[in-house]
């Protein structure tokens, strides 16, 4: 029997999924997929997560992947980049074009799937897109639009929204109030971007909610600070002579004018059409409103073409747009291919969906789709009557609809509250409200689904029977998930997404609040296995746990904690910061010396913010902001005569940037020589203590508050802690240092200081309490190190101050009865730790300045004196000063260039410098050519690993840093790699990508010879460049980009002579 020929179009989230269940079925199916975007499938879903720390360049697009180029290939799945173009039904073959080249390809196909889903619609608005532009076969062209309209639906649409903030956008009109147009607003949300939504209804979500649903949903993302505006008319999107955005002109509901918004993004987010134009070519039916009619076997009108997902037209009817419905239509379908035409039958889905829009939980709910279509929550029908009820206090709102004798429920809408979605999906879906009353339903008690006696979910607190769903998107039932954590041993979510694929659609169901963390902890508990609560799988304990063994037992080491408290060796990526966080928290001994160095994030281990360039910037302390003439002079100096870009942070400091790490011991010298010293920018620590002008200058001023900002500064310099700390003092209410946002806020009154604790700035600013009123100096300093010592003891790693805080019982009030009262009786220890730190400060850069053997920490290379310029990113002048171009190299996927194990017969053994040298348990560059290796040396590994050698390329970013990555071990054996940057993870026994298997390293032959010499073997270098040169411009290609860095002249970026410049004497 001749082998059939499954060809998918489209690698989206159902044509992936399709693709998986075909191969689970162990079916004899030859398959191929088609995929249009330059990356195999991944979660769309979740497309909002990538700007979160509103830094895409420190988000790895790969992990919101389902699965790998290298995973496809073992499977057999013939993965084809391109965008097809043309279906020749007679001759069953698929034209498209290859990326980058344009060139024409075909593939043949027995059984054609078409999951080429949907494209944003555009609507036909004057300035909207370019006429003459047009691509009648390609309705998503991006250029067809002019610059600064863009469509939110992939990877590229949000890398070109990136590139026009780093452009300096600054303000955004997002075009649909819908699901996806608050998707697209929470992106620009996320952007910093002012914010616009407009929609022509005359309230949010008008598909899924009621009136008043949307006017709360409305209030909600008001509060952001977003603006909305609802039934208004959009008239036209203004061009400027350079056909660039520039406004966009609306009719304002009740307006007689339209009026024009200054925005330069118009994201067009209101709604979607069915990809179907390759349908329309060859001839098939299409649905009335669009899609590939389709009948129930998903089959389209050629018996050897189906459909499925959004481009699917349900007996030529509906195109579902959600993911539930387009997961349950490729398993029919592998059904019918596998076990026969008929064998499965797909009729039609639930629309039923909870979502989190801009941090606000929405969720509607249905029996049938009659709930939607005939818009049952309004209140217009007469066989539906509805429970209603809104929080004026949390903001939140639910209506629930019931039969008109109210025994059963028909569906409900959920806004700002949402936590009881899954029960009352489930609840709707019965034939009665399984003992529930109305009432009861509305207001949460009892929960739903609890009869009278013994509770449906066996007590795990999910309040759903095993055959309820537990993850709607997926469709896997609670008895299911619970199968695959006790037979499949998923102890962990992401084992269990593994396992069985749970919470890899929206992942509702598996955050902290959701139902399966639930029934994990109450199964692991059933089965005498506690979920773990320790920092990771070398310490079963807390932070604060770990803090007082380390305290009690006076641990020195890493190796001294994991002996008395830990297992394993070595560490790993997460305990290996945390360790050293502690062991300078307690004893505050300088962070390079003792082997401390490589237990330290790069920060730390070369006193430094780590740039995306791979080089560092450079923040003195400026206590208090106070600066004499002479110091900044000297700083000046000191970053012209290194060609670094200079700029007043946000804490009122002075920065340099773009030091590459070599120079740093002599920058550092020259810093300290001039009288100053490391300001621990680079640390979680006390970064600065911002002050107005006080007393000294300004005529409102109350007390000296520049004199009082010295004075925290210098006392509280140099003390770690598990977060950054940041402080401040106004002069007087005014406020015009700000300090109700820091850590610790102090405001000057007549009679003496108000204090404040646990105010934070960034992505969730809290305001700070007040604590104390009209404080001397010497109790505000008391109450200060107390503070600050508790949280120190007893706080979470990397948790601030204000959520630590919050999570205290009592809050403020708790914390004025420890540090005022002593209610635990522990300020003694408190004030004696705070000596102790106090105590024990030292510059950091000083002692490397002065010290030799820390000084070889920095040299660039193991084997050379020799240095390069390591950037990836070729240098730009732009006001008036040269820093890197703003744009992130694209990532290097697939497999690694070079293997160990398949050395070809021209490598050379290359000396790789000294054994000795080298750091236990770390890494150091070396030079080969123009190219880089990292070298690590891990004493505590087996023979054959205690010596490894990998590329020092990261493929996340292309950043030259690899060697300067944290090393831990894996239970399962695994040796990890976390770049410096990203922290992207790597096995360095094999190379492989551990957070992300598309990204990989190569690896080389190592050994130490008698004399004591490292040697790697490597191919020779110029064919090594060639070969890495190569890799990198085709992933520029793929990604669509130029690669500058490569074109870009060579430059001195010193205006010094290099060469003059003493190489360190190793």
Same mark, same amino acid.
Request: hydrophobic share 35%.
């Given at each position: ?338 076990? $026969? ?9 639930? *629309? =039923?969906? #909870?979502?989190? !829009?801009? &941090?606000? /939980? ?53 806004? $700002? ?9 489930? *609840? =709707?879906? #019965?034939?009665? !409200?399984? &003992?529930? /009353? ?629």
């Amino acid at each position: 029997m001749t082998t059939k020929h499954v060809v998918v179009l489209g690698h989206g989230p159902i044509g992936h999924s399709f693709i998986e269940k075909l191969k689970e079925s162990n079916a004899p199916f030859k398959i191929s997929v088609v995929c249009e975007e330059p990356r195999p499938a991944y979660n769309r879903v979740m497309l909002t997560q990538y700007f979160e720390d509103l830094d895409a360049a420190k988000h790895d697009q790969m992990k919101l992947s389902y699965v790998t180029e290298a995973k496809l290939k073992e499977q057999d799945v013939g993965l084809i980049y391109g965008r097809a173009t043309a279906v020749d039904r007679a001759a069953r073959s698929v034209t498209y074009e290859a990326p980058g080249t344009g060139a024409k390809h075909s593939v043949q196909y027995d059984i054609l799937v078409m999951a080429t889903g949907s494209y944003c619609f555009v609507p036909p608005t004057p300035g909207m897109t370019l006429p003459e532009k047009r691509n009648l076969t390609w309705p998503d062209d991006p250029a067809s639009r002019p610059t600064g309209v863009f469509v939110y639906r992939t990877i590229e649409d949000l890398e070109g929204m990136l590139a026009a903030v780093k452009s300096g956008a600054k303000k955004a009109a997002v075009i649909g109030g819908g699901l996806l147009g608050l998707e697209a607003a929470k992106a620009a949300y996320d952007l910093k971007l002012e914010s616009h939504v407009l929609e022509m209804a005359p309230y949010l979500m008008p598909t899924q909610l009621n009136e008043m649903g949307g006017t709360v949903l409305t209030e909600k993302i008001k509060a952001l600070g977003i603006q909305v505006h609802v039934g208004v008319q959009i008239k036209e999107v203004v061009l400027g002579e350079d056909r660039k955005v520039t406004g966009i002109r609306i009719l304002q509901k009740g307006a007689e004018e339209p009026i024009v918004l200054d925005v330069d993004m118009v994201i067009v987010s209101c709604g979607v059409r069915p990809r179907d134009e390759l349908a329309k070519q060859c001839g098939l039916d299409l649905g009335g409103r669009g899609g590939v009619k389709v009948d129930s076997s998903l089959r389209s009108s050629d018996e050897n073409i189906y459909a499925i997902g959004e481009v699917a037209a349900i007996g030529g009817n509906l195109c579902y747009g959600l993911w539930a419905p387009g997961v349950e239509q490729a398993d029919a379908l592998v059904k019918n291919l596998v076990d $026969g035409p008929g064998s499965a039958e797909y009729s039609g889905s639930d *629309l =039923s969906t #909870k979502l989190k !829009l801009l &941090g606000c /939980d929405v969720a509607s709910f249905g029996r049938t789709l009659d709930f939607w279509f005939k818009r049952q929550f309004d209140g217009k029908d007469p066989g539906i009557k509805s429970l209603e009820y809104k929080d004026e206090i949390n903001g939140s709102y639910r209506r629930l609809c019931f039969t008109s004798d109210g025994s059963q429920l028909m569906g409900g809408i959920l806004v $700002g509250d949402a936590k009881d979605y899954s029960k009352l999906l489930q *609840l =709707s879906k #019965k034939p009665d !409200l399984a &003992g529930n /009353d109305p009432t009861g339903l509305l207001s949460g008690r009892p929960a739903a689904g609890a009869a009278s006696g013994a509770s449906v979910d066996g007590g795990d607190g999910t309040g759903l029977a095993d055959d309820d769903l537990i993850c709607t998107c997926i469709g896997l039932t609670k008895a299911t998930v619970r199968t695959a954590i006790v037979e499949k041993d998923a102890h962990t979510v992401p084992l269990l997404k593994k396992a069985c694929k749970v919470g890899t659609g929206c992942g509702g169901c598996v955050t902290p609040v959701g139902e399966v963390p639930k029934l994990l902890a109450h199964t692991l508990k059933k089965l005498g296995k506690a979920a773990a609560t320790g920092i990771c799988s070398h310490f079963p304990y807390t932070r604060r746990e770990l803090f007082q063994i380390v305290k009690v037992k006076e641990l020195k080491s890493i190796e001294d904690m994991l002996d008395a408290a830990g297992q394993g060796k070595g560490g790993c990526e997460l305990c290996k910061p945390i360790c050293a966080s502690i062991l300078a928290g307690i004893w505050n001994e300088h962070c390079l010396k003792d082997g401390r160095d490589q237990i330290q994030d790069t920060n730390d281990r070369f006193l430094a913010n780590i740039q995306k360039t791979g080089t560092y910037s450079i923040i003195p302390r400026c206590a208090g902001g106070d600066i004499d003439p002479d110091t900044l002079m000297a700083f000046a100096r000191t970053a012209k005569k290194y060609g670094l870009w200079t700029k007043i942070t946000g804490a009122q400091r002075l920065g340099m940037f773009g030091a590459e790490r070599h120079h740093l011991p002599a920058i550092y010298k020259e810093l300290v020589d001039a009288g100053m010293e490391s300001g621990q920018a680079y640390g979680k620590a006390l970064r600065a203590v911002k002050s107005c002008v006080g007393t000294d200058w300004c005529r409102y001023g109350q007390q000296d508050s520049v004199n009082m900002a010295v004075i925290m500064e210098n006392r509280y310099k140099g003390i770690r802690s598990p977060h950054k700390l940041k402080m401040a003092v106004s002069g007087c209410l005014r406020e015009c240092a700000e300090a109700q946002g820091k850590d610790v806020g102090v405001i000057a009154t007549q009679a003496g200081f108000n204090l404040y604790f646990g105010g934070n700035g960034g992505a969730k600013p809290v305001h700070a309490k007040l604590f104390a009123t009209d404080l001397d100096e010497k109790t505000l300093l008391k109450y200060i190190d107390r503070y600050l010592m508790f949280y120190i003891t007893t706080a979470k790693h990397l948790e601030r101050t204000a959520p630590w805080q919050a999570g205290l019982e009592g809050g403020i009030e708790f914390l004025k009865k420890v540090i005022i009262e002593d209610s635990l009786g522990i300020c003694e220890d408190l004030d004696k730790l705070m000596e102790q730190n106090k105590k024990k400060w030292h510059c950091e850069w000083k002692a490397v300045a002065y010290d030799e053997d820390l000084q070889k920490k920095f040299q660039q290379f193991a084997n050379t004196k020799e240095t390069h310029d390591s950037e990836h990113v070729e240098y730009v002048d732009a006001r008036g000063q040269r820093h890197p171009n703003t744009y992130s190299p694209p990532d290097i996927t697939g497999p690694a260039l070079y293997s160990k194990d398949a050395a070809s017969s021209d490598w050379e053994w290359i000396s790789a410098g000294k054994a000795s040298d080298y750091p236990r348990n770390g890494g150091l560059a070396v030079k080969h050519g123009s190219n880089e290796l990292a070298v690590f040396h891990l004493p505590n590994q087996a023979s054959e690993l205690q010596w490894l050698a990998v590329q020092n390329i990261c493929p996340h970013k292309q950043a030259r840093t690899i060697s300067r990555g944290l090393v831990g071990e894996l239970a399962s054996g695994a040796i990890t790699l976390a770049d410096p940057i990203y922290k992207t993870t790597y096995d360095l026994r094999t190379g492989a990508g551990i957070a992300n298997p598309n990204l990989n390293l190569s690896t080389f032959e190592i050994k130490v010879d008698a004399d004591g010499q490292v040697l790697v073997k490597v191919p020779p270098c110029e064919q090594m460049k060639k070969a890495f040169d190569e890799q990198i411009d085709k992933a520029y290609q793929l990604a669509g980009m130029e690669n500058k860095k490569a074109k870009a002249l060579p430059e001195c970026k010193y205006p010094f002579n290099a060469a003059d410049r003493k190489s360190l004497d190793w």
